[in-house]
């Protein structure tokens, strides 16, 4: 945890380095703001994990004398399969269908989404197809 | 529903894992649509990019046909706008990013690290259907009335607004990027949690394969960039539909505007393209050199310092423009070379006295080496102002380019030789490999060649007919000579698909090879492993493999590691009969 944490926090603080010494000696803001955007999505992350980094014991996969044993157990639970992607992504192809050829094509595209969203909750809930 | 369980859990003799493989109810197109296992919807995005990159060649082969005489009557000039435009669109955002990140890493990156799936599965599937859809989309304009876009691949305002490119070609390209780059921010955020949160363990993060380290990079730079880029093309979308000026002079916006936004996304774009297939090559030179990666640390280091620095280039693009701040993005994009060198040095350093295996994959991981090399240092020379003032926008700029990419292309096709028979099980022919490699690393010397002396003469890029001048006409003759045996060791590479289809079984561990993926079955089963072996360097197949030269451990006190090489029955036990290597 901690690796990740400096790597991300280092990433920051030098986006932090080049938008000061950018923004004091270019003539434009945009590169600015976004290297000051940059900055900031390294540090979000970053010390979200340095924070829980001095709070937990080292996990098996950041202790190099682990034994496999160790990271033994259920990490999470998941649908084996489903559709809901699909039909996320289709729902997305048609609202963009809708951007390019007329609004008519929200129906379908956000009635697609709407099923896949209520349905990817539904599933995660009580198990999924599997 | 499946429970996602570490692999200890499964020990091959217990006889649990046969059932955990039964479960898989749909077959078939079924499967395809609805599988959540990041091993089939990594074969997925593999298959469709390299679609794309048959698509983006054929568009690449008439643009040469039409070169290939100064006065090419081929295609109209506006059909030439579509094809130039829509070979770059589909090979940069469709072929080489969905290559490597969707295909390749999903693939790979979960088995390198010990992981029994991607940190979101549903997620993952989303990714490749967007990518997909957005895919269809974009290549959709060629069937509308206006065509496809034709304002070249960056789109740049005035010439993208409504005026200039009216018509549903350019609405569709926005739309099928704005999808696909969807895409790439949620295959991002999956590889990130994926490497943070579902490593083996013991495998620190000094311990995960370089491969795994470019793809954390890649993903990290993914998240920074994308949004932007998504951000602008619903800006254009605005200001093409919604009467916004953000990009138009008439109502205060800025044009160049856009192009900070684009090359915002599109530098950093160049080395999420470049990463991958830096870490692929690398992957395959230590193992067909039979050592580990030399300098892993500065290798990782280096990674870390492109994917820095590649936030702060993007303005070498627009060296032209005269309103950018010059002396900082030359200085910027020069020091770029210095990690980028040390990598080349560490790949050299890794086959120096190595006891060198010259397969497929090994050759394809050369020729990336030396083509690459020629594609970065012409880079450095367009890194510098004057040098890029007197190239910008002339051929020399489009070598420089299709050397890096053509680079990234043998890298990849590495990757299919050394990684295929991984997740399919199979071998590829060695012979039509070589021959493959042949057709392909001289086509790209003979393609790209002509092309630099071509820009130094002065010939401008996204023209359709040139001058009369017959040293041009030479040259372009031998650019499109080359191209053709580019397209002649494609059609080699699907011979030697059909040809080697379920012919050579592969075995677990055909390359002797040193990192975890190698060491489950091919392909792997459900959630990857049976067992792990115990993770104490950065090679644990190698030390499971051969005991007798065990790598140096990362990150062990001596003290402890000392005890461990003395307890080898569990560091590394003898291979036993089911391992198959």
């Known amino acids: ?43 979000l992350p970053g010390s979200y994990y340095y924070w829980w980094s001095r709070r937990m014991k080292a996990r098996p996969e950041d202790d190099p004398n682990a034994t496999q044993t160790q990271g033994a157990g259920v990490i999470g639970s998941f649908p ?32 697609l989404a709407g099923w896949a969203l209520l349905g990817a909750t539904s599933e995660g809930r009580r198990g999924g197809h599997v | 529903m499946t429970d996602l369980i570490t692999p200890p859990l499964h020990v091959a003799d217990d006889g649990h894992d046969e059932h955990h493989d039964e479960h898989h109810g749909p077959t078939g197109i079924l499967k395809w649509m609805t599988s ?40 109209s000039l506006a059909q030439y706008n579509e094809l130039f435009t829509m070979h770059g669109s589909v090979m940069i955002y469709l072929f080489a990013g969905p290559f490597a990140f969707g295909g390749i890493a999903n693939i790979i ?16 599937a989303l990714s490749y259907w967007l990518y997909l859809m957005g ?62 949160y579902l490593r083996a363990p013991g495998m620190t993060m000094f311990r995960m394969p370089i491969f795994t380290w470019n793809m954390l990079v890649t993903a990290i730079l993914i998240l920074l960039a994308f949004p932007v880029l998504t951000a ?51 992957e395959i030179i230590a193992v067909f050199a039979k050592k580990p990666v030399f300098g892993y640390k500065s290798m990782v280091f280096a990674t870390l310092t492109i994917g820095a620095l590649s936030l702060g280039v993007w303005a070498h693009h627009m060296f032209t423009t005269g309103v950018v ?16 060198g040390i990598k080349i040095f560490n790949w050299i350093g890794t086959m120096w006295r190595g006891e060198l295996w010259f397969t497929t994959a090994m050759l394809m991981a050369l020729g990336f080496l030396i083509t690459f090399l020629i594609g970065g240092l012409t880079g450095v020379y367009l890194a510098s102002p004057p040098l890029d003032f007197f190239t910008h926008d002339t051929y020399f700029v489009v070598a420089h380019f299709h050397s890096i990419v053509m680079a990234l292309v043998l890298a990849g096709m590495g990757a299919l030789y050394y990684w295929g028979p991984k997740f399919t099980g199979y071998l ?59 397209g002649v060791s494609m059609i080699v590479f699907v011979v030697n698909v059909g040809y080697s289809w379920k012919k050579y079984p592969a075995g677990d561990n055909p390359w002797d090879g040193q990192t975890l993926e190698w060491f489950t079955t091919s392909p792997p089963p459900h959630h990857n492993f049976y067992r792990l072996p115990q993770i104490r360097s950065e090679r644990p197949t190698w030390d499971y493999n051969h005991p007798e030269h065990r790598s140096l451990a990362h990150g062990i006190d001596p003290v402890h590691h000392h005890e461990l090489a003395h307890a080898g029955a569990v560091v590394a036990p003898e291979p036993e009969s089911d391992d198959g290597a």
Not at chain 1, 6 to 34: N, Q, T
Not at chain 2, 42 to 67: N, P
Not at chain 2, 142 to 150: D, I, K, L, P, R
Not at chain 2, 452 to 462: F, V, W
């Open chain 2, 325 to 340: 701040l010059l002396p900082f993005f030359s200085i910027m994009s020069l020091l770029i070379a210095v990690p980028t």
């Open chain 2, 36 to 75: 959540t296992d990041h091993k089939v919807i990594g074969l997925s995005y593999t298959v469709t990019s390299v679609v794309m990159l048959v698509i983006g060649g054929l568009f690449a082969e008439i643009i040469r046909a039409q070169l290939a005489s100064p006065n090419g009557t081929i295609v």
């Open chain 2, 428 to 486: 590829l022919n060695e012979r039509f490999g070589k021959i493959q490699f042949w057709l392909l690393f001289i086509g790209t010397q003979v393609f790209t060649f002509p092309q630099y002396i071509l820009g130094l003469d002065g010939m401008p890029r996204r023209i359709a007919v040139y001058p009369h001048s017959p040293q041009w006409k030479t040259l372009n003759d031998w650019s499109t000579l080359g191209a053709v045996l580019v």
């Open chain 1, 1 to 43: 945890m901690r690796m990740e944490a400096k790597i991300l926090l280092i990433l920051g603080a030098f986006f932090g380095i080049m938008f000061a010494v950018y923004w004091r000696w270019s003539i434009e803001d945009a590169g600015g703001v976004m290297m000051f955007a940059g900055m900031l999505l390294c540090f």
């Open chain 2, 232 to 282: 602008g093309l619903i800006m254009l979308y605005c200001d093409r539909h919604f009467g916004t000026h953000i990009f138009s002079v008439a109502g205060g916006g800025v044009p160049v505007l856009w192009q900070h936004i684009f090359w915002f996304w599109g530098h950093p774009e160049v080395y999420i393209l470049a990463l991958p297939f830096f870490g692929m090559a690398t």
């Open chain 2, 109 to 124: 990156v979960p088995i390198q690290i010990g992981a029994p799936d991607m940190a979101f599965p549903r997620l993952n």
């Open chain 1, 80 to 111: 084996g399969t489903s559709i809901f992607p699909f039909t996320l992504g289709m729902g997305a192809f048609f609202v963009v269908m809708a951007l390019v050829f007329g609004i008519w094509f929200l129906v379908p595209g956000l009635a």
């Open chain 2, 135 to 196: 895919s269809i989309t974009m290549l959709m304009g060629f069937f509308t009335a206006g065509g496809a876009a034709n304002f070249g691949w960056v789109a740049y305002a005035p010439l993208s607004n409504s005026i200039n490119t009216p018509g549903a070609g350019a609405d569709l390209w926005i739309g099928g990027l704005l999808l696909t780059g969807f895409s790439a921010i949620f295959t991002g955020v999956n590889l990130t949690a994926t490497i943070f």
